[in-house]
């Protein structure tokens, strides 16, 4: 889910971008919409937060009417924007996109995960890290990387190249070598020596919490995703 750096999301938007494609997950939705989901409803907190308003329903018909005069948005992936909102909206949240309610919502799964979770996917925790960098550290790799999200889950410790900085993706034959990017390589090489010190070692998951949430991913979707990354940066970028 490659976008453009000059966006720069950050924390918040990172971890309310994690709750939502999560949530969609959750809800049996395939992977490809859950990052559609997850794009647009983003998208619709960035528009309200230009607005000056709430991320509730009374305002979603401004956020429908900047898509229909948005060049590159067609009616269907309008369609999709407000399927996407209103499940943020209702399903996830309880009427308002609250990025503070999905920092909370972050931390409550690291503490669920950090306690039940099995020995072969414990993880040394790291003090310099709050309790929702796991979500961020993927959440972030999608952002900087051209990794998909499924391709992301199923990443595992052995997968990460500590000392070049490197990770290898797909099954034998078929690798593709993907670059860290600067800023995430001291965070994705402490995750990685971590987990090879647990029962599992190299085939422990990177990301174990969003591993056992992982839905078998489908190539249906790339559009509406591509078109809310499109309407992501017009908003960010103005």
């Avoid at 995750?191 to 990177?206: C, I, K, M, V």
């Avoid at 949430?213 to 499109?230: C, F, Q």
Wanted: with cysteine; aromatic share 8%; net charge negative.
């Amino acid at each position: 889910m490659l976008l453009d750096d000059a966006l720069s999301p950050d924390d918040t938007a990172q971890t309310l971008l994690y709750v939502l494609f999560t949530a969609a997950l959750d809800h049996r939705f395939e992977a490809r919409q859950a990052e559609a989901f997850g794009i647009w409803s983003l998208c619709y907190v960035q528009y309200c937060q230009r607005e000056g308003v709430p991320a509730d329903a009374p305002h979603l018909p401004g956020f429908l009417s900047l898509l229909r005069e948005h060049p590159g948005v067609t009616s269907d992936e309008k369609d999709v924007a407000l399927d996407a909102v209103m499940f943020a909206l209702f399903d996830v949240f309880d009427g308002r996109i609250d990025p503070a309610v999905a920092e909370q919502m972050v931390a409550l799964e690291d503490e669920r995960s950090n306690t039940t979770q099995p020995t072969s996917h414990a993880v040394e925790t790291d003090p310099s890290q709050n309790t929702a960098s796991g979500g961020r550290l993927l959440t972030r790799l999608l952002f900087h990387t051209d990794l998909t999200l499924s391709e992301a889950v199923r990443l595992t410790a052995g997968d990460v190249d500590v000392e070049r900085a490197l990770l290898r993706v797909g099954p034998s034959g078929e690798t593709r070598i993907i670059p860290l990017p600067d800023h995430l390589r001291a965070e994705v090489n402490y995750q990685a020596r971590s987990l090879r010190a647990s029962e599992d070692g190299l085939r422990s998951p990177l990301f174990p919490a969003a591993y056992d949430k992982y839905v078998t991913s489908s190539p249906n979707g790339n559009e509406d995703k591509n078109a809310a990354t499109r309407v992501m940066q017009t908003l960010f970028l103005t």
